[in-house]
């Protein structure tokens, strides 16, 4: 497990915001010396809590404007075969294990509510799919994120060895 403190917090939501930010604005908009933010950045990089630096895309812009989440209660045994069958189907964007009745909670973007059928039957035709309950997402008033619980976890570490902006 990585240990972050509220310098690593600054940089990941000036990267949150611009994740095209180069060292020096870093820098600058933290009040720390270039070098501090590339070896943070560094440390988070090889410690695994920065995974990539990506576009966020809005599909609804791109045409996909249904979203929703499937649940699926799978056969035992059968958890991996699905997970293989879903991974290979382009309008599914994420797959989660989850606890409950359902094993799996999918989430996919569909272009219309026809082409949004059509992914769920194929869905539910795979063996092992036992039952499934979908959910239309109507808004995201949160999308996802990860500094907010990150900046919670660090509130009480300082800025390590570095100075803020002040």
Not at 10 to 35: I, P, Q, Y
Not at 100 to 111: F, H, M, Q, S
Not at 149 to 155: C, F, G, I, W
Request: some cysteine; aromatic content about 4%; charged content about 20%.
């Amino acid at each position: 497990m990585l240990s972050i403190d509220q310098l690593d917090v600054a940089l990941l939501r000036l990267l949150e915001a611009d994740a095209r930010s180069g060292v020096v604005e870093l820098a600058a908009k933290t009040g720390v010396s270039r070098n501090t933010v590339q070896s943070r950045l560094r440390r988070m990089e090889d410690g695994g809590l920065i995974t990539g630096y990506r576009p966020e895309i809005d599909l609804t812009c791109a045409g996909l404007v249904v979203h929703a989440f499937v649940a699926l209660e799978t056969h035992q045994g059968s958890l991996t075969a699905i997970i293989d069958e879903l991974t290979r189907m382009p309008h599914v964007i994420e797959v989660h294990t989850v606890t409950g009745r359902e094993d799996l909670l999918v989430r996919v973007a569909a272009a219309t509510q026809p082409a949004l059928l059509d992914i769920v039957s194929s869905i539910v035709a795979f063996p092992g799919v036992v039952h499934s309950s979908t959910w239309l997402t109507l808004t995201t008033p949160l999308p996802h994120r990860s500094v907010a619980p990150l900046a919670e976890l660090a509130k009480d570490s300082g800025w390590g060895r570095s100075t803020p902006a002040g």
